[in-house]
Every structure is written in structure tokens, then in C-alpha cells.
């Protein structure tokens, strides 16, 4: 095994993690009212006629209009829901936390400041920060170039960089995505507003002759208003691959949502980049009920992501979550979408409008039913669901209106596939099911105890909504130190070299020494020769290694790290090396050691 790939992991008594699955193969207005000045204030008026629905409660009467659900019609995948942050400085750890665990931002944009000399000056800092901040929750990050950084700018209207100054401008954005750890680069914010002079046949240009220069996938220039002239001429050019620009992006100011055939059909994904569409106040019922109009939309028009515009604190339209972590109303509409439509769910068919001010859209998350509901109207409505081509038996509702934030409304029971529910007025409700069997784990993975515990230890995979995907074990166990050890062990093998990475998010105190980790063991015996790199309870992150089988423990640590932090253990032939980090991307190497270890050795997940 030679690569990793993340999946979430919670063990019930000692942490919860982000741990890898190793793969075989070793109102539309935008208003910006306090912006730089090199930023122009834009204000742009649109009407949206559209609603979802939202529900409380199981009711005894028939409702009034039926949605129809049907899971086996899969539309397009869900590449995830998320805001920006340029302009706003370094965020603090609250908002972070507030944005990514409570709300449940999967991606992220941040403005690649057009300053040639950021990577030196500090000017980039801030940004790398957030950027690292959303990969340790394990959001995705793309970077957007607001105004190029190369001298040399035509303007003439047919390109923006002369033809001369390509390359140069390309190195640029290969050394943003590089200092920013970007998962995509966009090289062009809203070059028919102002920002960037592109047209579409001088930016295909440039991405076309450049574009592989940069390193990174890339996304087509982002339109104030989605302009197809963007987008279709690249979908419709033979010469820009999609593992090139896989993305076709744009911004939703005057602009009416609809389906992008011709960049579907040329196997783009279409992402929502950047919108408000409404600036009537972060905490009115009223903005949040057309926010979440807003990205039903979108979703029922097959994008595959939506971005909101940014998270500058002293917005009070615009900005969900505060310096100190509080949420508003408009980011607890947000995360109605974004903390259970996680990426790589599928939107389903289902009845959009099933009655006035009323839309549904339905997705299949991980097997699971999640319906997304928003109620327009001014008073309570009641509506009757019928869900075909699934299991599901029991949903839980979440619902945000005037009064209630992301509230737990209880359990909703199918009778045939088929509930019935009062959405309250201008409200948003999730459904989520909740009856969904934990499935054995993945054909890869076993786990068994080690050594002799006291409590026989238990695992499983629940690959739900609710869990996304989730290892939950039961262990206990003495420690994993001295000549032999005792704890509870999820492992795969693999072949001489492999890099397993884990991101310890939460760890029970049942001991300060109590640990959880990766570890690459020689066989399953108690004495057995391994490497392991964890974190403790209370005492921080540790290396530890046995040398030979029966051998003593020798350990290196680092005290008053806490969760969450990540993990990691390279083999390299006879080289065994540990690291630790803060997110996922700057990695402190604690330890190595050579052990001689089979062929066949056993890589996995520790706990006790």
C-alpha cells in the first residue's frame, strides 16, 4: 500500500479521528459597502421565485400536496457547500470551528492577494492560514486570483495579460497554489465586471498554452454572472482537458439559475462560486429564507457546489459566524445544507415545487435519505412525502425559522415510504434518516484485539449521513509500551513501504496515557516489532517504536498538544519515520527507527 486516502474514524471510548482507508497499491444583491479601495461596489437587484420546505412533527390529517422522492434518479454529485475569506484577515479558531464542525463548511475560497512579493512579505500569510484551517477539518480550498500580479496589462479588451507576460503570470499562480496548499487554482475573479479584462477567447489562451504550468487543476473564469461565454467556449474546446479545468465556475449576480447542459455534457463540474442574495440582515428570518431559496436553486439546476460570499466580521448581512464563534440566523440556514449534504452525496429526484411557496430538494447521502425543506409562506403548511427506491423507516428532523437554530425537531416514521409533516412559517427543515444498518467493515480492513484485554473490543463502518462514513470501535487495553502490549487493533496489510495519516479529533481522558494512533506492526502478537505515532490523553503527541519482537519500547514525545491534531508513519523499506501536525499540511517529524519487518506487514489504526 503506497497511498492513503481519508476517511473519517471515531472510536467510542478513547477518540474521534480522521483516519485513512488505505488503497490497494501500496434577492440576488451583492453589496460591499466597506471594501479596499481598489474594490468597486456593486449592487445587483434580482427576484427569485423559488422555496423549499421545512417540516414539524408527524400530523394525523393528509397533507394537502404529495413530493414525490425518488432515490434510484441519481442527478449530479455534491462536490460541497461553503463561504469565503478574502478581505477578512486571519480567522480566529471559534470561527473556524464554528464554520467547519457546527455548520459544516466542506469548501472553501480564499483571494490569492495580488502582490508578487507575498510569498516574502508576509502578504499571503493570513489566507495560508484559513486555508489550512479548512483542510484540518477536512474541507477542500480553492484559491481565486482577484488582479493579476505580472506588469504588462493590455487594454485593448481582448486579453488581459499581453501574450508575452503568460508564462511569467502562470509561475505566479504555480507559486500561490504552492505556498496556500490549493486544492484548485481560479485565475481570474469576474473578468466581465472589472477585475480582470479576460474575454473568453484570451483566457482560453492562456490556460490553454499555460494552464499545465501551474500545477494545480484549475477554474474557469469566474463570471459576475455565470456568462456562458466563459464557460461554453471552453466546455466546447477540444484542446482544454478536463484534467486541466475540470471546473466550470461562475457567480450568481443577475443571473437566473439553470441547468449548464453544454459543460455537463463535456464532463465539467459547475460550481456556484460567489453570492448574496439578499442583504436584509444576517439574523432576519426573511434573508435566510431566500438564502436557502437561493441554494435550492442552484441544487435543483444540477451545480455541483455553492460558495457564499465572504465572512468579513463587521458584515452584518452577509457574515454567518463572528470572531468569537457566534452563529447567525443566515449561517445556521447555511449549514441546513452544508453539515448533512456532504461531498460526494448525490442529489435524487423529487417533486421541486409540490405546492405554492413550497420546494423540496432530496439527495442520497452515503445510502441515506436527506431531504432539504424550505417554507416560504407566512403561515404553516402541511406536506405529504413519498419516498421510493429506499429503507429508510425513521428520518430526524433539524429545522432553523425565527425562533430555532439548527433545533433537533425528533423522529419522523415512514409507514410504506411515505410521512407527512407541518412546516411552520418561513422555516427550513432537514430530514435526515437515522435507521440505516452499520455495515461490516470495508473488504480492506479487520481488527481484532491484541495481547489479552479485559473488555473484548468491537468495530464497525456506518457509512450514513448522520455518521459520514465513520470507523466506531469499542477497545481497552493495558498500553502499547514496555515488550507487550494489549489494545485494540483496525489494520490492513501491505507490502514493504506505505504512509498512513490519521487526524485525531477528539480523545477521552480515561487515562492521561490513554493513546490513539497509527501504527505499522510485523505480525499480530503481542510482542510484536512496530512503529507507532499517536496522541495521548494528556500528555501530547508520541513516537514510539520495538525494535525486534519481545524487545523493549522506546519513546519520544511532545507534551501539551491536544486535540485535534494529526498523525503520521512512513515506511520506507527498514525506515520507519513519525510525524505530527496542526492541520494536515505542515508535518514535524518526532521520531525513526530501522526495524526489520516481513514482507506482509500490518498497517493500521491503534487504540487503548
Known amino acids: 500500500f503506497t497511498e492513503a486516502v481519508t476517511h473519517p474514524i471515531q472510536a467510542t471510548n478513547i477518540m474521534h479521528a480522521y483516519m485513512p482507508v488505505l488503497l490497494a497499491a501500496c434577492s440576488f444583491h451583492k453589496f460591499r459597502s466597506f471594501l479596499p479601495s481598489k474594490m468597486k461596489a456593486k449592487i445587483y437587484m434580482a427576484l427569485y421565485a423559488l422555496a423549499i420546505f421545512a417540516g414539524v412533527g408527524l400530523i394525523p390529517m393528509n397533507a394537502h400536496a404529495q413530493c414525490n422522492i425518488y432515490m434510484g434518479t441519481n442527478l449530479q454529485t455534491i462536490d460541497g ?28 475560497r480564499i483571494r490569492i492577494a495580488d502582490d508578487i512579493n507575498a510569498a516574502t512579505d508576509g502578504g499571503w500569510n493570513a489566507e495560508a492560514a484559513n486555508a489550512a484551517a479548512a483542510h484540518s477539518y477536512g474541507a477542500k480550498v480553492f484559491g481565486t486570483d482577484w488582479g493579476a500580479a505580472v506588469t504588462g496589462w493590455d487594454t485593448n479588451g481582448t486579453v488581459w495579460i499581453k501574450p508575452q507576460y503568460f508564462q ?24 466581465d465586471y472589472g477585475w480582470q479584462q479576460w474575454n473568453a477567447n484570451g483566457y482560453t489562451n492562456f490556460t490553454t498554452k499555460f494552464g499545465s504550468a501551474i500545477g494545480f487543476p484549475l477554474i474557469e473564469a469566474e463570471s459576475f454572472y455565470f456568462g456562458e461565454p466563459f464557460s461554453q467556449t471552453i466546455a466546447d474546446n477540444p484542446n482544454v482537458a478536463n484534467y486541466l479545468i475540470p471546473i466550470a465556475a461562475g457567480h450568481g449576480y443577475g443571473a437566473t439559475p439553470s441547468v449548464h447542459s453544454a459543460e455537463i455534457a463535456a464532463g465539467k463540474r459547475v460550481w456556484m462560486t460567489e453570492n448574496t442574495p439578499s ?74 415545487a409540490p405546492q405554492a411557496n413550497v420546494n423540496v430538494t432530496a439527495y442520497n447521502v452515503n445510502g441515506s435519505v436527506v431531504i432539504v425543506a424550505v417554507n416560504a409562506n407566512s403561515g404553516s403548511v402541511n406536506q405529504q412525502f413519498n419516498i421510493y427506491n429506499s429503507s429508510a423507516a425513521q428520518l430526524e428532523g433539524y429545522q432553523t425559522s425565527a425562533s430555532q437554530n439548527m433545533a433537533d425537531i425528533g423522529a419522523f416514521v415512514l409507514s410504506s415510504g411515505i410521512f407527512t409533516a407541518s412546516l411552520p412559517a418561513q422555516s427550513i427543515t432537514t430530514f435526515v434518516q437515522t435507521n440505516a444498518a452499520a455495515p461490516s467493515l470495508p473488504s480492506s480492513w479487520t481488527a481484532q484485539d491484541i495481547g489479552s484485554p479485559a473488555i473484548v473490543g468491537s468495530a464497525t463502518y456506518t457509512n450514513t449521513v448522520v455518521t459520514n462514513g465513520v470507523f466506531t470501535l469499542t477497545a481497552s487495553g493495558t498500553d502499547i509500551w514496555s515488550t507487550s502490549d494489549v489494545f485494540r487493533f483496525m489494520y490492513a496489510t501491505n507490502g514493504v513501504n506505505c504512509t498512513i495519516t490519521a487526524r485525531v479529533s477528539a480523545e477521552q481522558s480515561t487515562n492521561p496515557l490513554a493513546k490513539a494512533g497509527v501504527m505499522i506492526r510485523d505480525s499480530l502478537n503481542a510482542n510484536a516489532a512496530n512503529a507507532f505515532m499517536g496522541l495521548t490523553a494528556s500528555n501530547g503527541v508520541v513516537w514510539q517504536s520495538r525494535s525486534s519482537d519481545g524487545g523493549g519500547t522506546t519513546s519520544n514525545s511532545v507534551t501539551s498538544l491536544t486535540a485535534p491534531y494529526w498523525v503520521r508513519l512512513v515506511e520506507s523499506g527498514n525506515s520507519f519515520t ?31
Not at 501536525?581 to 487503548?608: E, N, V
Open 578 to 608: 513519525g510525524y505530527y501536525s496542526p492541520d494536515g499540511i505542515t508535518w514535524t517529524q518526532l521520531g525513526t527507527a530501522t526495524i526489520s519487518m516481513g514482507s506482509a506487514a500490518y498497517t493500521g489504526l491503534a487504540f487503548c
Open 168 to 191: 511569467a503570470q502562470a509561475e505566479w499562480l504555480a507559486l500561490a497554489g504552492q505556498y496556500h496548499h490549493l486544492d484548485w487554482v481560479s485565475p481570474a475573479n469576474e473578468p
Open 81 to 108: 457547500f461553503g463561504a469565503c475569506s478574502a478581505w477578512c484577515g486571519q480567522m480566529s479558531t471559534a470561527k473556524d470551528k464554528s464554520l467547519f464542525s457546527t455548520l459544516g463548511c466542506s469548501l472553501w
Open 279 to 352: 442583504t436584509l440582515g444576517q439574523d432576519n428570518i426573511s434573508e435566510s429564507i431566500q438564502e436557502a431559496q437561493n441554494i435550492s436553486q442552484y441544487m435543483n439546476n444540477q451545480f455541483n457546489a455553492y460558495v457564499w460570499w465572504w465572512m468579513y466580521d463587521t458584515d452584518t448581512s452577509l457574515n454567518f459566524v463572528d470572531e468569537s464563534g457566534n452563529i447567525h440566523k443566515n449561517g445556521y440556514t447555511f449549514g441546513q445544507f452544508a453539515k448533512w449534504i456532504r461531498p460526494g452525496s448525490t442529489c435524487v429526484s423529487a417533486t421541486y
